[in-house]
């Protein structure tokens, strides 16, 4: 589900659109529903697939060279949402459990937490970003 702001002759609307089939959009805007048809069909998008699970790292004795930027495992989205907050930065060590992005889904706010230890080496969303679930949220390494 995609959620856009609209502010048109100084009324605001909030659309969020809740799915697409050929030309035909269900949408709620400000709280009602609608079916919208469209001048065109929208190709089907593919949905994203959840990565799993990662058991947490275990330290190395001796300090490990700089990840490389984007290199790692990502942490993924679990369900669709805005990103309302990223809590973390570039380079930053975070431990498993550390919360790195808070997610709003269904009026809701949720925290995404890191399943390993490591560095950021990569922020893939920003605040305010659509995401669905299985979305790559960071990378750590």
């Known amino acids: 589900m995609k959620t856009y702001k609209f502010k048109i002759n100084g ?18 805007v400000n709280g009602a ?11 089907p998008v593919a949905p994203v697939a959840a990565t799993p699970v ?5 330290a190395a004795a001796a300090p490990a060279p700089a990840p490389a930027a984007g290199a790692g495992k990502a ?3 679990p ?5 309302i907050e990223v809590s973390v930065k570039e380079g ?3 431990k498993a459990g550390q ?10 706010e949720n925290e995404i937490q890191a399943s390993f230890d490591g ?13 669905l679930e299985g979305a790559e949220i960071v990378k750590i390494a």
Do not use: C, R, W
């Open 119 to 131: 560095t950021v080496t990569a922020i893939l969303v920003h605040k305010g970003d659509s995401v």
């Open 33 to 43: 529903f609608y079916k919208v048809e469209m001048d065109t069909p929208v190709a």
């Open 11 to 28: 009324n605001e609307y909030n659309v969020d659109i809740n799915s697409v089939e050929g030309n035909i959009a269900d949408v709620t």
């Open 79 to 83: 369900l669709p949402g805005v990103i």
């Open 54 to 58: 990662q058991a947490p790292v275990v």
């Open 99 to 108: 919360k790195v992005a808070v997610i709003e889904a269904m009026k809701m």
């Open 92 to 94: 930053q060590a975070i």
């Open 75 to 77: 942490v993924t989205s």
